[in-house]
C-alpha cells in the first residue's frame, strides 16, 4: 500500500466516523426527551457534520480522482465506508444513544489532541479546530452518562443496558493495522492502540463516577473502519442519508 | 456481561414506563460580546445548574451570542408583584428632577 493511498484510507475513517455519527445524532432531531436536549443532539451533530467536510475534502485532494467531500458523502455504497461499527450502531434509547456518544468522544477527544501536532499541517490544521467541538462533546456526553448512570434506578438499568450492549465495539477504536501503521510512520497519525491506556482510565473514572459496571470481556467486533464487513444497520442507514443524491443526482439546493 | 450494580437492588427485571419528573426550571442570563453587563435572554429546564448552564450554551449561544452565562434557579427570583403596580412605580412619574439631565458630565468622565 503507498503513503496516498493509506493518507486516503486514514482520512476516509476520519471522515466517515463523524459523518456516520454525526447523522444518527441528527436522527434525533425534534425526537429528543426534553427541548433542551434535542437542540445540544443538533448542535452535536452538526458539529460532526462540519469536520466530515474538513476531512472528506482532504480525502478527495489526496486522492486525485476529482471527488469532492459529497461525492463521498453521498456516492458511495456500504463496503467502502470505513467508519468504526460503534457509529452505526442504532440510537435506540436516549440513554443508548448517550453511552454511544460518550464511548465515541471519549476516544475522538484523545485522537484529535494528538492529530493537532501531526506532521501534516492540513490535519493538524482540522484537528485544532475540532478538537474545541469535541471537548465540549465528551464534557456533555460524560455528565449525561453520570448523571443517568447514578440518577434512578430506572435510568441507572437502562445506562448499565447501553453499556452492555456497546461494550463489544468500543474495542475496534483501538485497533492498528497496516493503514495505522504506515501513518504513524510518516507521523500523521498516532497508532491507534497508543490511545488504549488513555481512553481506558478516563471510561473506568467516569463509569464508576456512572455506578456502572464496565463487561469483563475484550471481546471487540471488527469490520468497520476496514469496510470489511458493517454491521447491517449501515446500509439502512445510507438509504436515508444518500436517497436525494441517489433519486436526483447531481441536485442543490 | 454484568449485572446492575449492587446500589441499585430496586433495578426492576421488566422495563415499566418511568414517571415523568419534571426538571425545575431556570433563568438565563448572557453577557454579550460588548455588552458590560448580563441580560435575560430566557429560560429552560435542566437537573442541576452544572447542566443549566451547558443547556444555556446549547440553547441561547449558538450563534456566537455570548462571552459568559449565568443561570438561576427560577424560585430563587423574588419578583414585585403586578397589582402593586400603583403604589410601586407611579409616585416617580411626576418626579422628572430625578433624571440626571439637568447637569452636563465632563468629557473625561467617559461612559457612564
Known sequence: MTRDMAFFEFL?????NTLVLGHRVSEWCGHAPVLEEDIALANTALDLIGQTQMWLGLAGEV???GRSADDLAML????DFRNVLLAEQPNGDFGQTMMRQYLFD???????????????E??????AKAVKEVAYHVERSRDTVIGLGDGTSESHRRMQAALDLLWPYAGEMFTDDEVSGIMAGEGIAPEPSSLRAAWDAAVQETMSEATLVIPDSDFAHAGGKTGFRHSEHLGHMLTQMQWLQRAYPGARW | MSSPNAAYPDTPDQATKPKRH???LWEVFIRGQHGMSHRHVGSLHAPDADMAVKNAR???TRRNEGVSIWVVEARHIAASSPSDKGPLYEPSESKVYRHPTFFDIPEEVGAM
Open chain 1, 76 to 79: 458511495r455504497d456500504a463496503w
Open chain 1, 12 to 16: 476516509c475513517r476520519m471522515g466517515d
Open chain 1, 63 to 65: 486522492e486525485g480522482e
Open chain 1, 106 to 120: 471519549q476516544a475522538h477527544v484523545l485522537l484529535l489532541q494528538k492529530l493537532a501536532g501531526s506532521s501534516d
Open chain 2, 58 to 60: 446549547d440553547v441561547y
Open chain 1, 122 to 127: 492540513r490535519v493538524a490544521g482540522i484537528a
Open chain 2, 22 to 24: 419534571e426538571w425545575p
